[in-house]
């Protein structure tokens, strides 16, 4: 079984940082590339940032210069550092996982359950 934990969403004012934690458990062979997502009610889920086991980064232009995604490959975590919060941030943040189960032969998605991000004065 593998689990993904999401950890540190929560209400912010704008202009505000927080950072969000996602640790991968259970029997993981390797993970490939880890990312962020996020869903704001009525419209779909976007992607956010990813990063591969490398730390090669990709983010989505609106949150360029305001987030950080990195990755702790001995903790199998990604975190994701968000500095200069607005208003429009807010939203579910779900993390992803492209991981190989140990014994498996081949990579597939794995979701965290998602955390609360709400930025409002």
């Known amino acids: 079984q593998v689990q993904l934990v999401e950890s540190g969403g929560g209400l912010v004012q704008p202009g505000g940082s927080l950072r969000l934690s996602c640790a991968a458990s259970?029997?993981?062979?390797?993970?490939?590339?880890m990312g962020w997502y996020r869903q704001a009610p009525g419209k779909e889920r976007e992607l956010i940032a990813t990063i591969t086991s490398s730390g090669s980064t990709n983010y989505r232009d609106s949150v360029k210069g305001r987030f950080t995604i990195s990755r702790d490959n001995a903790k199998n975590t990604v975190y994701l550092q968000m500095n200069g919060l607005k208003p429009e941030d807010t939203a579910v943040y779900y993390c992803n996982a492209n991981l190989r189960r140990s014994g498996g032969a081949y990579y597939r998605d794995y979701w965290g359950q998602g955390t609360q991000v709400t930025v409002s004065s």
């Open positions: 259970g029997s993981i062979a390797s993970i490939d590339v």
